[in-house]
């Protein structure tokens, strides 16, 4: 095969910032992508495929429903489609006749966030009208119950490190608010690793990013009701077509799910243990102080923190972009002289060559 990377002219990068969807989102494993191969080279009936597949998903998780689309992205947008349309042909294939004014999504006004593109545009394609209920800092239950009238469609729940984290209602209470007014609620939680926890506290829809904790190839995975997933499947006929998933992504998600559920996921104690010799060698550069931090959302994620005591974090960022191999860290601290090393998809050789970077650059 031909070297990709001088064919197309583009830079190597070393992935120390997380799943992120500029960089590709994950690493595949040789295995998922055999399954990936297999699915390539073979036909299936698309919608038996997605049925058995979604049934398979569901049993192996533990949950009434589960099915595969496109993206998380695909998913939030089909789901709001879902919940104006429940299903009625016409209203699947009119998803923007504002006629019909019960399309209201309710969202707390912090998480109407901007995971590179702006939530609400993804909610708008549904057809959804988005109403922020509280305020960026603040939003009670009060403020969520004040916006909910005969017109509300859903009600949708970011969980995410890119929503504000103070002063927002908890996700279990507000699951009740939206039942005790007999509402569905849609839960994007993409970038979260628990399979279960938002469907045990009574979710609706919950929805995960296939190539972000899951780490599989570019796709989306709905759980939830049955009901729900049912309406959301019928979407296929409508806005679902233009974000259409491909059969060696299908099978390629469904073998990373079975891979996830079955590693022991490295503890924080392993991942402690990773960082500690790569802290270490940065703490005897002067200048620098680095340590092991949890992520910021709670998950099981255990990253490098590194303090530019003096120098300005956002310049070492810049050239840590700078030459033949890019080296992406995690930036949303640089502003406070702070960045992160996220090793999930870092080799111990591109660790070590990230430490030399730094070290290289520091000296001068
Ligand atoms: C990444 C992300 C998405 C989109 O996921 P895709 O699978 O890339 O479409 C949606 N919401 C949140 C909070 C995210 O972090």
Redesign the pocket.
Known sequence: MDNIYDKYHISHIINASGKM?ILG?SRLSEEVCEYMKFGANHFFEIKDLLNKTGDYLAQLIGVESAYIVN????A?AQSVASCISKGNIQDILHPYNFENKKREIVICKGHN?D??TP?EL?ISLGGGKIIEAGYANRCTLEHVQSCINENTAALIY?K?H?CVQKEMPDIQSFIQLAHQNQLPVII?A??EEDLLKYYKMDGDIIIY????ALEGP?S?LIIGKKAFVEQIKKQSLGIGRVMKIGKENILGLVHAIECYLQHQHSTLEQQIQRLEPFNKKINQINGLSARCVQDEAGRLIIRSEITFLNGNALEIVQKLKEGKTKIYTRDYHANEGKIEIDIRDVTDHELDIIYEKIATIMKG
């Open positions: 969807t989102g993206s998380a992205s695909g939030i966030v995971y590179g939530i993804t970011v995410s890119h994007d993409a970038a990013s296939g190539t972000k570019t989306g």
